[in-house]
């Protein structure tokens, strides 16, 4: 019998004027970026605590603190690729992912099929296990007022049982 696992992740960013918009591991045409220690993409931020917290693994920034130097303007898709690694290595795999991104501008429908092609290839599943979704919040608090965007995922990972 396997082991059924779920897990809950949540990350925000700042937006800034300097930086390019990257989600989900592709850049976006956008007149802002998100502002952090790698290259801020609150998307993948989410799903790799979402899978780490599944795993009992802790957080992102217990494996990938943003105090360490070797994580500066990091491509976030390493950290996913690391963080499917551990995973594999406790013995889990992935049984599906389901995201939101909550953000005003821009929009983001037209991205979402190559955001889900690049995360499946990234940690090696099918795209039909990885949902993304994309929501704004109808112009209230930071997200409305375009001072950042979040992301929030759930996902299933799967384990023998012990």
Not at 4 to 18: L, M, N, P, S
Request: aromatic fraction near 6%.
């Amino acid at each position: 019998m396997a082991t059924i696992r779920v897990g809950f992740g949540y990350d925000v960013h700042r937006t800034d004027e300097t930086r390019p918009l990257w989600l989900g591991g592709i850049e976006i045409p956008s007149p802002f970026g998100l502002l952090g220690h790698s290259d801020a993409d609150v998307l993948i931020h989410a799903i790799c605590d979402a899978l780490l917290g599944a795993a009992h693994l802790g957080d992102i920034g217990t494996h990938f603190p943003d105090t360490d130097p070797r994580y500066a303007g990091i491509d976030s898709k390493k950290l996913l690729r690391a963080t499917v690694d551990l995973l594999h290595e406790k013995g889990y795999t992935i049984g599906n992912i389901d995201a939101t991104v909550c953000a005003e501008q821009p929009k983001l429908k037209p991205y979402i099929p190559s955001m889900e092609r690049c995360l499946a290839e990234v940690m090696g599943v099918s795209e039909n296990d990885v949902s993304i979704k994309a929501t704004t919040t109808e112009k209230l608090g930071f997200t409305g007022r375009k001072e950042g965007l979040s992301a929030y995922a759930v996902v299933l990972i799967l384990g023998e049982s012990s």
